[in-house]
């Protein structure tokens, strides 16, 4: 397929989405957010890069996984190559949970095809910077309360964001 920089994976998440999850942390990331959870990916030249063949074998091993992750960093900096992996994802019948520092609209409205190719693969959006002054430890799957859990094909679908309460 490709190559991706990343910074690491989990195999089996628990906090990056419902249900069990391989995470990719993709590498490199612009919003330089106050007291974000993960600053050693936002350098663009660190961590390693992979070939998306070998993160998706990965995947395949592990049957137990509901779904695959995609965090940062910022995954829409890599939008295209996380497009493709995430296609042969979904042709596995996993979903997939992207994070973002950008929310829905700027990503929607962007005219940037690549983004438009990882929203379409994308079953979950969580979007918005953290924001350390509204941290919040009460709210699944996200770090701070600005931050929203969106149903991303029912978005696309409304061209406006459809939120999930959960």
């Known amino acids: 397929m490709s190559e991706i920089r990343i910074a690491g994976t989990v195999n089996d998440s628990i906090v990056d989405g419902d249900g069990i999850r391989f995470t990719i942390f993709t590498q490199g990331c612009p919003h330089d957010c106050k007291g974000c959870h993960n600053p050693q990916t936002h350098d663009f030249n660190g961590g390693k890069l992979v ?16 779904g695959v992750t995609f965090s940062g960093g910022e995954p829409f900096c890599q939008a295209h190559e996380l497009s493709v992996l995430g296609k042969e994802i979904k042709s596995l019948g996993l979903n997939i949970t992207t994070y973002t520092g950008y ?7 962007g005219n940037n095809p690549h983004w438009d190719e990882l929203l ?22 996200r770090g701070s309360s600005n931050q ?9 679908k409304a061209g406006k964001v459809i939120e999930i309460d959960i």
Do not use: Q
């Open 120 to 141: 379409s693969v994308t079953d979950i959006l969580i979007d918005g910077k953290f924001i350390e002054e509204l941290k919040d430890w009460t709210i699944k799957f």
């Open 148 to 156: 929203r859990y969106i149903d991303c094909p029912a978005s696309l």
């Open 51 to 66: 070939d998306t063949e070998e993160l998706l074998e990965k995947i395949k091993s592990n049957p137990l996984l509901d």
């Open 103 to 109: 929310t829905f609209e700027e990503l929607y409205n």
